[in-house]
């Protein structure tokens, strides 16, 4: 007992007396992580979807609208935070806005590929249906696009579940705040802790976000289960 409740003065990887003692600090760091990256990924999403639209109204927009994107993606993380320092100060909203930006590489590429992969002739059925370009959008491009959108978010919210850490600069990172903290004196057990908790935030998110995406994609199990039962048709006839 005395031993496990030394793990902290010994500074050992892994230490249940860290877990009970510092367990609402840890509890108030993932709040923040989830927070953070939830809050991005939404307005990322939020402005990545009219920029797609854009891109794929001509290819004279499509150019520079995935080139800024990518640009923004290369910079830096402490550049991107420096730049915009003048603008939103020590705030929450600085690392918000730095993680939307990095998004957009992501979800604009993505929410485009998705769209511009929906068959033609689904949209000159729906056309010939008298849908406007509206309507066509949300009830045919859309939901035929959500797997590429799907795939999108999901890569984007993996992404910003790691690079919320950086955000530790400013005391705004989350789980990063509490490596950070950790580092100078190399706090193993803190180390450890926040580098699984961010870990299993990316995993947990993801598998929501892929349970979501089957949700909104029924046609695509039934196309799987289809072809893997035709699959196992043809070779029960073979051995036939």
Known sequence: MAAAQNCM???DWICGEYLLSRSQELTDATV???????????????????????????RRFAGPVLGLTTVLYTVPSLA??????????????????????YSLTILVRNILAGL????????????GMGYGPVRLLWEVELPLAMPALMAGIRIATVSTIALTTVGSI?????????IGDALPSFF?????????????LAVVADLLLLGLQ???TPWTRIRTTRAGDSAVAGATAKAV
């Open 188 to 200: 193993k057990a803190q180390v450890l802790t926040a580098s699984v908790l961010c870990v299993l």
């Open 170 to 178: 400013i005391g705004r990172g989350g789980l990063g705040n509490l």
């Open 214 to 216: 089957r949700l909104l």
């Open 80 to 101: 991107m935070f420096s730049l915009l320092l003048p603008l939103f100060g020590l705030s929450a909203a600085l690392v918000v806005t730095g993680l939307v930006l």
């Open 116 to 127: 511009e992969a929906v068959p033609q002739e689904a949209k000159e059925a729906a056309k």
């Open 32 to 58: 923040q992580h989830i927070w953070i990256t939830v809050v991005s990924v939404l307005i990322g999403l939020v402005v990545a979807f009219p920029l797609a639209l854009v891109a794929r109204r001509s």
């Open 9 to 11: 003065v010994t500074n």
